[in-house]
Structures are given as C-alpha cells and as structure tokens.
C-alpha cells in the first residue's frame, strides 16, 4: 500500500448497492411475473379461440411494470377474414 | 375483533423478535390487550428476549395438537398485565404446525385480544408463510444493507400472494420497519438511506429504528426494548411506530439525523 492511497478518498458504497439492488429487484420481479404471465397467456388465448380463429403466432402477452402497477398487454392480431365461430 | 399483525423479513437476524417484542410492550403500555406468538418452532426466542424463558410450560403446537387448552399456554408478562406470550415449541418438528390448527388459535385470540402480533421464522418456508396466512397487516422489518432489502422484496411478493387476505383479493397492508440504522453513516454515503430503501421497497413507512447499544442491553434483561429502557432512543422509535400501527398520525423523524456541530465532531472521534 502507497502511503498516497492513505489521502485517495474512497468510494462511497451506498449509491453501488442501490444500483445493484434496483437492477436486481426489476429482474427478479420480472422472472416471478413470468410464470403468471404464462397461465395468463393460455388462458385468455383459450377465450379467444372460443369465438374466433387466429394465429396463435401473431400474439404478444406482455406484463410491464410502472411504478406500483404492473401493465398486462395483450396483442393479438385477427385478420379481416377470420371465421367466427359459434360460442 | 382483534387486528392480527406478522412481524416478517425473509432474512434472518434482521430484528423481527426485537421488534416483535418492543411493538407489542409498546401496545399494551396502551391499555389494549396483546399477545405475542411466536411462530418459530424448532428455534424458539420470543420467550427469552420476553424474559419470560423459564415459565414455559405449554407452547403452540400443544394448543394446536390438543394437549394444552389455550389458557394454559399464554403466558401473562409479569411487568405488563395486558401483554401475553404464545410460545412457539422447541424440540417438537415444525411439521405439527398445520393449516387448520394454527387458523384455530388465530381465531380464538381474535376473541380476547386487541392485537395479536406473529413473529415470522426466518426463510419463506411453511413457518414464515402460516405466520403471514391470517395477517390483517404485516410489518416488513428490513436492515439498510442488500440482503435484507433483497429478502424484503421477496417477503412483500408472498405477502401479496400466499396470505387468506391476498386470496380474497383484498390488498395486504405493509409497513416497512427500518431497523438498525445510523443516520452518519447513511449521509456520509456509506449506508442505504431512508429514502433509497423506501423507492425500492415502495411500501409505507411505519418508523426507523436506529442502531443502538440499548437493544442489546434489552435483550440481555430480557425485556423488550421500550419496557427495559422507555427513554432510549429506539424505544422512542418503537413507540412512534406502535402509535402509527394504532393508526394515529405521527410524523416521522430520522433518529440522529439533526445533529449540532460539536456532536458531529465528537461521534467522529468515537468511530
């Protein structure tokens, strides 16, 4: 150890273990809601399939989170043609 | 109807059977009528930072496997006569804590109690998920350091899934609990801050306890921390906390944050 690192100031911690905590959390929240996203995703697909005929390809389920809410988006493209079916 | 309230944190050592037993001596020094279960089976402690070790003879599980009648298992505190204990057991298998037995007793000290306040086990195992199951509010108590906020995170995804309150659809209640803080080293940067926690957390406050030889002291009397020494700084802190739980508006203070000068300069000698 140089005796000039005795007058480098060192690092403040608290603001790298912020960082890391909120890159973290945002992850691991992310992978818990993916599980619900799923049941989510064939559930409301199944609805759908009920009453009309779609590529199930051309659906995109995605859960964002904004603050204290999360954001459930459903996107799910029917072309013009598409057969109704009976309920 | 009594409020039920889970004392929790994931991480262990955090200060959940602390803050447990100071919240509930806090209560009752109210006048309101409390008891304090411990829900650590297996790694008991409530009843010895209660002080109250050596007059244990039937615990919870008794209660729940029949043995015991409820009665017999509460310990009345000796220095409060409105604060009870329900101790947890220490040799059986945690296994005996059931589903039913524990909604039971829960039931039944909704009946005679205005608080009762559960002290989570450490981990998110069945212990820590039947001591949330009948919560009516829970206390998330989270040291400023990243473990325990991570664990805090986790707890507050179970709080809001696993609990009957969650599965009615209603919202769960949480209060963030910040326990040992120092108020220097959190503006010297060294430590997370109030603020930092509370964005990440994003739950409502309910106080900040700062870090203190008095609640070792405490526990070494085996008194809970606002009985042992009501003037300490985090008895003040508990008790601030204990009247927001009542729902009375208190604003909040950061302990040893408004320190003068010459303060200053001497807790940095002492550091």
């Not at chain 2, 309150?165 to 940067?189: I, N, S």
């Not at chain 2, 985090?234 to 950061?254: H, K, S, W």
Request: proline fraction near 3%; hydrophobic fraction near 45%.
């Amino acid at each position: 150890m140089s005796i000039f690192s005795l007058f480098r100031k060192q690092q403040r911690s608290a603001p790298m273990a912020r960082e890391r905590l909120q890159v973290l959390l945002a992850h691991e929240r992310a992978s818990l809601e993916s599980d619900l996203v799923a049941i989510l995703r064939e559930e409301i697909l199944a609805v759908i399939a009920k009453h009309v005929e779609f590529d199930r390809d051309k659906v995109e389920i995605k859960m964002d989170r904004d603050g204290d809410v999360s954001i459930l988006e459903i996107d799910v493209e029917i072309p013009l043609n598409a057969q109704r079916l009976a309920a | 109807m009594g409020k039920v309230i889970v004392v929790t944190s994931g991480k262990g050592g955090v200060g959940k059977t602390t803050s447990t037993a100071a919240l509930g001596a806090a209560l009752a020094q109210r006048n309101e009528k409390v008891v304090v279960v411990d829900f650590d089976v297996g790694l008991r402690n409530l009843d010895l930072v209660m002080g109250a070790e050596r007059r244990v003879v039937y615990d919870l599980v008794n209660v729940i496997q029949g043995d015991a009648k409820l009665p017999q298992a509460l310990i009345r505190d000796k220095r409060l006569d409105t604060l009870f204990l329900l101790p947890a057991s220490q040799t059986r298998d945690k296994d005996n804590l059931t589903a039913e037995g524990v909604e039971q007793v829960i039931t039944e000290l909704k009946k005679y109690f205005d608080w009762i306040i559960c002290d989570s086990p450490a981990g998110i195992e069945r212990g820590a998920t039947l001591a949330m199951r009948h919560a009516d509010m829970a206390v998330v108590v989270t040291n400023p350091e990243v473990s325990s906020v991570r664990d805090s995170d986790r707890i507050i995804g179970l709080l809001d899934s696993k609990t009957l309150k969650a599965e009615r659809g209603e919202r769960m209640e949480k209060h963030l609990l910040l326990t040992r803080y120092d108020a220097a080293r959190a503006q010297r940067g060294d430590m997370l801050k109030v603020d930092d926690v509370l964005e990440i957390l994003s739950i409502p406050l309910l106080g900040i306890i700062p870090e203190s030889m008095d609640v070792l002291r405490a526990s070494n009397l085996g008194a809970p921390v606002t009985l042992a020494d009501a003037r300490s700084a985090p008895a003040l802190a508990y008790f601030d906390a204990a009247r927001r739980l009542a729902g009375e508006n208190v604003p909040i203070t950061i302990p040893g944050e408004k320190r003068g000068l010459l303060e200053k300069i001497f807790a940095r000698r002492a550091a």
